[in-house]
């Protein structure tokens, strides 16, 4: 069975830190490219950063650039999402996705396709 699982998210203080997983089972994410998505409270969700196979190249939208780090474990099967200096827009429920795509990364924002996690809840507080 195909399956990613997110994990690490939780309840932090503005300015906290949290570090997600996305751990895969059934298959191989080092050849595939890795985004975080998340979905706030009343919004749609959306692409906050993503990861290449292949070359590795990494993206993140502007809202988190400078305070989240996303980067790969292939030895564990897991991408990583290190999110520092979380702010309260931060909060929403973040999911990751696995897209075998080698251009996945140059469309992640606009794409459903994919392998998806059941999301982690991330809340940041006041």
């Known amino acids: 069975q195909l399956q990613l699982v997110e994990s690490g998210g939780g309840l932090v203080h503005r300015g906290g830190s949290l570090t997600l997983s996305c751990a895969a089972s059934?298959?191989?994410?080092?050849?595939?490219?890795v985004a975080w998505f998340r979905e706030a409270p009343g919004k749609s969700r959306e692409g906050i950063s993503c990861?290449?196979?292949?070359?590795?190249?990494?993206n993140y939208v502007d809202a988190v650039k400078g305070r989240f780090t996303i980067s790969r474990d292939n030895s564990k099967n897991t991408v990583y999402l290190r999110m520092n200096d979380l702010k309260p827009e931060d909060t929403g429920v973040y999911y990751c996705?696995?897209?075998?795509?080698?251009?996945?990364?140059?469309?992640?924002?606009?794409?459903?396709?994919?392998?998806w996690g059941q999301g982690t809840q991330v809340t940041v507080s006041p």
């Open positions: 996705a696995a897209n075998g795509l080698h251009y996945y990364c140059s469309i992640y924002q606009r794409s459903r396709t994919g392998t």
């Open positions: 059934g298959f191989t994410l080092e050849d595939l490219g």
């Open positions: 990861i290449n196979s292949g070359n590795g190249s990494i």
